[in-house]
């Protein structure tokens, strides 16, 4: 098992910047893939960025390409979403995920989801 705890969410104004942090405990974190996922208000949940296991690549969806950058620190167990230029069309609930293999867009490929931050940006 592994479980994860996001934290960080919050409100802030259109152009600004929030970083979000999730923890992870149980099983041996360094193994898996990470990701953030996030969902909006009547909206499916939909990929927003994910790092390979080693950190040495990256994946991120078109609408947050060049303005949020996911990490991670493997000797902490955490990886981190930082979000700039954040516009209002970014509000949802931010989740973080872990998981071995599959397609990283896909939810079906993670197997560990934490409970989900909120994030809301106003115009």
């Known amino acids: 098992q592994v479980q994860l705890a996001e934290s960080g969410g919050g409100l802030v104004q259109a152009g600004g910047s929030l970083r979000l942090s999730c923890a992870a405990s149980g099983r041996i974190f360094n193994n898996y893939r990470m990701a953030w996922f996030r969902q909006a208000p009547g909206k499916e949940r939909e990929f927003v960025a994910a790092?390979?296991?080693?950190?040495?690549?990256?994946y991120y969806a078109d609408s947050v390409k060049g303005r949020f950058t996911i990490s991670r620190d493997n000797a902490k167990n955490t990886v981190y979403l930082q979000m700039n230029s954040l516009k209002p069309e970014d509000l949802a609930v931010y989740y973080c995920a872990a998981g071995l293999d599959g397609g990283f867009r896909y939810p079906d490929a993670y197997s560990y989801w934490g409970q989900g931050t909120q994030v809301t940006v106003s115009a």
């Open positions: 790092i390979t296991w080693g950190g040495s690549r990256t």
